[in-house]
């Protein structure tokens, strides 16, 4: 399978990354996006994926992140990597205080406008939203960028919101809460998503799913439980939805897996 959302620069792994993507490669995950969350952060991201042929990076600045340098020089250093595969994490954040909601939405106008200006660059855009579907979506319907760049990952809204991602023309992704016994909406909402609109991550070292949810950190090595919790959700055969799975994530992201 493909982690298609994991944070391997994290402090949590610093000391263990190797021992972290090679425990996923022995459970079947064969490839790992870690992903941005500021601009020094996009550079280990970078480095580590440049080291690593099984991982692959993003380069972004995380809105809860929007109080630190926005150096987009070094975002612009990372993304021209070829191990680079995405923008991002980018987006806003409301279930937080701080970074005050003002701030993070002109870290994402700056961030926007940098992607629109790299003309001939089509690559994914990573989304972060947290109670904000119906704020980040015309700030995206207002740009240049195509629609089917984007991808709401970690998804924790409700079915109406995915119905409105799916209308606008994004991709939508889940990570272990969908496996919660008090995510009933999540759960719904992953019903709704069209198989080729569908992608499944960790987010780890968070969120780790049911049946490890009291395992910390979390780890990449983890994704299959979400896959196999929507397959069952959804009715279909687990093996074929996996394969589903990582078709999507190899088309979406443009992996060379």
Not at 6 to 28: N, V
Not at 220 to 233: G, Q
Request: contains cysteine; negative net charge; hydrophobic residues 40%.
């Amino acid at each position: 399978m493909i982690d298609t959302h994991c944070h391997l620069t994290s402090k949590q792994f610093l000391s263990r990354q190797q021992e972290i993507i090679d425990r996923a490669e022995l459970a079947g995950v064969k490839s790992m996006i870690t992903v941005a969350t500021d601009a020094q952060d996009a550079i280990a991201a970078r480095d580590l994926a440049e080291s690593d042929s099984r991982v692959y990076c993003s380069s972004g600045i995380h809105p809860l992140y929007a109080e630190s340098d926005w150096n987009w020089d070094l975002v612009l250093e990372a993304s021209r990597s070829p191990r680079c595969v995405a923008w991002g994490e980018l987006g806003l954040d409301r279930h937080y205080d701080n970074p005050p909601i003002a701030v993070q939405e002109a870290l994402l106008e700056a961030h926007v406008t940098l992607i629109e200006d790299q003309k001939d660059d089509v690559r994914p855009i990573i989304v972060h939203c947290r109670r904000a579907v119906d704020d980040l979506l015309p700030i995206f319907t207002a740009t240049s960028l195509d629609p089917a760049r984007f991808v709401f990952h970690c998804f924790t809204e409700t079915p109406l919101e995915a119905q409105k991602i799916l209308d606008f023309g994004a991709m939508i992704s889940f990570t272990g809460v969908v496996t919660f016994p008090n995510a009933s909406q999540v759960a719904e909402a992953a019903i709704l998503v069209p198989d080729d609109r569908i992608m499944v991550e960790t987010d780890a070292p968070y969120l780790s799913p049911v049946p490890v949810r009291k395992t910390r950190p979390n780890e990449p090595k983890y994704v299959m439980h979400t896959a196999s919790f929507l397959a069952k959700l959804r009715g279909v055969d687990e093996r074929t939805f996996e394969q589903k799975l990582d078709q999507n994530a190899s088309n979406f992201f443009n992996l060379k897996t």
